[in-house]
């Protein structure tokens, strides 16, 4: 698991990584395509520049505005640089100028080493004494002889010159550093030289480069140098990721500062084509910026130097690009075919679709005919099945009467069995009485009204039972012909109020006033008064009889 783990975070650190360097090569290809606008800013900024200079009346002001116009053509163009240091060194030796003297006597030597004229350059310095050089300038004094020989070393690059040249050149460097103030970026940038060169300790070396890259400003020319020295020691280190991405951020700020006067973009041009060759497209793009960078400076040895190393580019990109055509080409005539194959295939396919239609034609004909066929026999199916809803209902009706029927009867022949058995009681009772001379007890007994109500109780609720049995939505349909208020509320369930077993025998045709008193044991008046007070109550005094005989024509279960 923790294995996984690790794979996981390497991945995606390296993910992370591969979008990092792809951000700053992206910021790079636009600041190359906008290249022209940071030159007009840089060229309007001259013009200014030279505008001072036909216009001041001082000569002090002058040399001044020539040390400003080498400062901004130093790495910008190369022939214009070298007027201005010619110029400026005219004037300061026609005005017996010691300080100026010397200062354009460094920038002419400084910009012949760029050329390449190393001995030139060389000659012009020993011209001057070191003694009488003023002390605000003996830093650009001993950092050109430092850079006049660098450049030395680098050109001869041999067994013989070369150490010689760069022993000097780091004896420069120590004496030009002691004119430097630390927190400077180009003392943090020239303490990681002479670490570098002089020292030799790497880590300190770097960690000067970095303090460079944390206090100058992005587009600056020290940034753009300890980026590119940064980039060579992570070349040495062996981290190449390292080496691009610094490459990548030195680049950017020659691009930035309209440094016509780099070497990073060539550099990274060269990486790219050697390590990455799906992105060629970019190294060509960026060693012909670097081309047309060296012959807008005009150093004719720095384009020497692109022109040994665009052709490989170059030649790799038009093979990228040939490889590109002719896979083009096999596609088109891939996607050729296959358009062919396509119009046989649809031809063929409109051919059986025709085929298809028409049989679909005769199928649609005979699925409508079928289709009319199932409606008539749904139509069939659903009245008999209609007729079958209604036998059924019937034929439940039936059962649940005959039901309804059967349970009436139970109740009647059990109170027929009750009172068939209190029939013989008394007459066994009268029996005894009669011989045991008990004449007035016996009548006594038999005029008890105790038994007359126990008798009248046990029937009206067998009644009622009986009668809610066979029909269990009286009270509710009975309840419904009367007004709002006035309707009744039985006891208890199961049982009837007096008014409810009136209508109840009048609804199973009971309709005599004295035979309604005599089956409820009441008298006839009261029966009377009930029927006229509850007809009063009725919604429709009208029909009312009549509709009491309505209700629960059909017994439900």
């Known amino acids: 698991m923790n294995r996984l783990l690790l794979i996981l975070s390497a991945i995606l650190v390296c993910f992370g990584a591969f979008a990092a360097q792809e951000e700053l090569l992206s910021q790079l290809d636009d600041a190359i395509l906008h290249k022209g606008k940071v030159i007009k800013a840089k060229e309007a900024k001259i013009s200014v520049l030279k505008k001072r200079l036909s216009t001041t009346l001082s000569n002090k002001q002058d040399l001044q505005t020539l040390d400003d116009l080498y400062n901004e053509y130093h790495v910008f163009k190369f022939d214009s640089a070298l007027v201005y240091a010619e110029r400026g060194l005219t004037l300061a030796r026609?005005?017996?100028?010691?300080?100026?003297?010397?200062?354009?006597?460094?920038?002419?030597?400084?910009?012949?080493?760029?050329?390449?004229?190393?001995?030139?350059?060389?000659?012009?310095?020993?011209?001057?004494?070191?003694?009488?050089?003023?002390?605000?300038?003996?830093?650009?004094?001993?950092?050109?002889?430092?850079?006049?020989?660098?450049y030395w070393a680098d050109y001869c690059n041999d067994q013989m010159y070369a150490p010689r040249y760069r022993e000097r050149s780091h004896q420069f460097l120590s004496q030009a550093l002691a004119y430097l103030n630390a927190g400077d970026p180009l003392y943090d940038f020239f303490q990681g030289e002479r670490y570098v060169y002089v020292n030799k300790n790497d880590s300190l070396a770097q960690s000067h480069y970095k303090q460079v890259l944390l206090t100058a400003a992005p587009d600056s020319r020290p940034y753009a140098m300890a980026a590119f020295a940064l980039a060579g020691q992570y070349r040495m280190a062996g981290d190449e990721k390292g080496y691009v991405d610094h490459l990548i951020k030195a680049a950017l700020a020659d691009v930035k500062g309209c440094t016509m006067e780099n070497v990073a973009l060539q550099q990274l041009a060269l990486s790219l084509f050697e390590n990455d060759n799906h992105d060629l497209a970019r190294a060509?793009?960026?060693?012909?910026?670097?081309?047309?960078?060296?012959?807008?400076?005009?150093?004719?040895?720095?384009?020497?130097?692109?022109?040994?190393?665009?052709?490989?580019?170059?030649?790799?990109?038009?093979?990228?690009?040939?490889?590109?055509?002719?896979?083009?080409?096999?596609?088109?005539?891939?996607?050729?075919?296959?358009?062919?194959?396509?119009?046989?295939?649809?031809?063929?396919?409109?051919?059986?679709?025709?085929?298809?239609?028409?049989?679909?034609?005769?199928?649609?004909?005979?699925?409508?005919?079928?289709?009319?066929?199932?409606?008539?026999?749904?139509?069939?199916?659903?009245?008999?099945?209609?007729?079958?809803?209604?036998?059924?209902?019937?034929?439940?009706?039936?059962?649940?009467?005959?039901?309804?029927?059967?349970?009436?009867?139970?109740?009647?022949?059990?109170?027929?069995?009750?009172?068939?058995?209190?029939?013989?009681?008394?007459?066994?009772?009268?029996?005894?009485?009669?011989?045991?001379?008990?004449?007035?007890?016996?009548?006594h007994t038999i005029t008890s009204n105790r038994l007359s109500e126990e008798d009248a109780s046990t029937f009206l609720h067998n009644f009622d039972k009986a009668f809610l049995e066979l029909y269990p939505t009286f009270i509710k349909e009975f309840n419904a012909l009367l007004q709002e208020g006035e309707r009744?509320?039985?006891?208890?369930?199961?049982?009837?109020?007096?008014?409810?077993?009136?209508?109840?025998?009048?609804?199973?045709?009971?309709?005599?006033?004295?035979?309604?008193?005599?089956?409820?044991?009441?008298?006839?008046?009261?029966?009377?008064?009930?029927?006229?007070?509850?007809?009063?109550?009725?919604?429709?005094?009208?029909?009312?009889?009549?509709?009491?005989?309505?209700?629960?024509?059909?017994?439900?279960?």
């Open 488 to 557: 009744f509320t039985p006891k208890s369930p199961g049982t009837m109020t007096t008014e409810l077993r009136t209508f109840a025998l009048i609804r199973l045709g009971v309709k005599s006033t004295a035979d309604i008193a005599g089956l409820l044991f009441l008298s006839n008046q009261t029966i009377y008064n009930c029927r006229s007070v509850t007809k009063n109550k009725a919604l429709n005094k009208d029909t009312f009889d009549d509709d009491v005989m309505k209700i629960c024509t059909i017994i439900q279960q």
């Open 284 to 443: 060509q793009n960026y060693i012909s910026s670097s081309l047309e960078d060296a012959q807008f400076y005009n150093n004719r040895l720095r384009i020497l130097e692109i022109s040994r190393t665009m052709p490989q580019i170059v030649t790799a990109y038009e093979t990228m690009i040939k490889g590109q055509n002719r896979n083009l080409r096999n596609s088109v005539i891939f996607i050729s075919l296959l358009v062919l194959g396509l119009l046989l295939t649809s031809f063929y396919i409109h051919r059986q679709n025709k085929l298809l239609a028409a049989r679909r034609s005769e199928l649609a004909a005979n699925n409508l005919q079928l289709k009319e066929l199932n409606g008539q026999l749904s139509a069939s199916n659903h009245e008999h099945q209609a007729l079958n809803s209604q036998l059924h209902e019937l034929n439940q009706q039936l059962l649940d009467t005959n039901k309804h029927r059967e349970t009436l009867a139970s109740v009647c022949i059990k109170l027929c069995a009750k009172y068939i058995e209190k029939l013989n009681n008394y007459q066994t009772l009268v029996k005894r009485k009669i011989k045991a001379n008990q004449p007035q007890e016996l009548l």
């Open 94 to 150: 026609a005005l017996q100028d010691n300080h100026y003297t010397c200062l354009f006597t460094c920038h002419k030597a400084e910009i012949l080493a760029i050329g390449g004229l190393f001995a030139e350059a060389d000659e012009c310095l020993k011209g001057l004494n070191e003694q009488q050089i003023d002390e605000k300038i003996r830093f650009k004094y001993y950092y050109t002889l430092f850079t006049v020989y660098s």
